[in-house]
């Protein structure tokens, strides 16, 4: 299947840096690319959706500003946490679905951990 | 907000066949049951879909009642490997919200030797 990566996979920041999680495609152009977030022992929370070349799309309750999306070319998004903070300390995973195919598919990448200190 | 039910966890025998339930009484005519599950610490995995019929892949079997108000996942021999958190999602095939996966919470499937 499809491949998606994200880098890095891991990341331990101290409080008030900023981080940027890179979402590529590897073999497949995507149009659209999801971000989520699933703290420990919860299930994914769908925080954003981002088209190529125009602005993200937030879910209630996420702070367009503090995570900020980029989704610059068919093959790559990226998620900033600008300020990050403890609280966001979080597993981040990316999905993106393919420019070509059906309605059905969408791949994930392996995810991102984040530590705020 | 997820629109299934599931158990929150079951155990199932080395080699055995696990049958996992999803609950989605609400489900339009328009919706598909997909199925992913998440090996821990990992981002999820697609394993199946359908919308009336019963399907069958390389991975899993999905069984849909015919008033398509549950389904049943069936990994017809678990293996260690298979130990994750299932997720049953219902989601349009088109228009709005077809590209949103809503996660529920899931089914934790253990798997023992």
């Known amino acids: 299947g499809a491949v998606v990566s994200q880098h890095p996979s891991w990341v331990i920041c101290k409080s008030g840096t900023s981080v940027k999680i890179e979402c590529r495609s590897l073999d497949f152009q995507a149009t659209t690319m999801f971000w989520y977030r699933q703290f420990p022992k919860q299930s994914l929370m769908l925080m954003a959706t981002s088209n190529e070349g125009s602005k993200a799309t937030y879910e209630q309750g996420v702070e367009k500003d503090k995570f900020l999306i980029n989704h610059a070319s068919l093959t790559l998004s990226t998620l900033t946490v600008t300020s990050a903070h403890p609280e966001d300390s979080s597993f981040y995973i990316c999905s993106a679905r393919p420019l070509a195919g059906g309605n059905h598919e969408q791949f994930f990448g392996p995810g991102t951990r984040l530590t705020v200190l | 907000d997820a629109k299934t039910t599931q158990p929150p966890s079951m155990d199932c025998a080395e080699g055995r066949a696990a049958n996992l339930p999803c609950n989605h009484s609400?489900?339009?005519?328009?919706?598909?049951v997909y199925w992913y599950r998440q090996i821990h610490s990992q981002g999820p995995q697609y394993i199946i879909h359908?919308?009336?019929n019963n399907e069958t892949n390389e991975m899993a079997s999905l069984i849909i009642t015919e008033d398509r108000k549950s389904s049943t996942l069936i990994l017809p021999h678990a293996t260690l490997r298979d130990t994750a958190v299932y997720y049953c999602i219902v989601r349009p095939y088109s228009g709005a919200g077809s590209y949103q996966l809503t996660f529920g919470k899931g089914t934790k499937l253990s798997v023992i030797p």
């Open positions: 359908g919308l009336k």
């Open positions: 609400t489900i339009s005519g328009n919706e598909y």
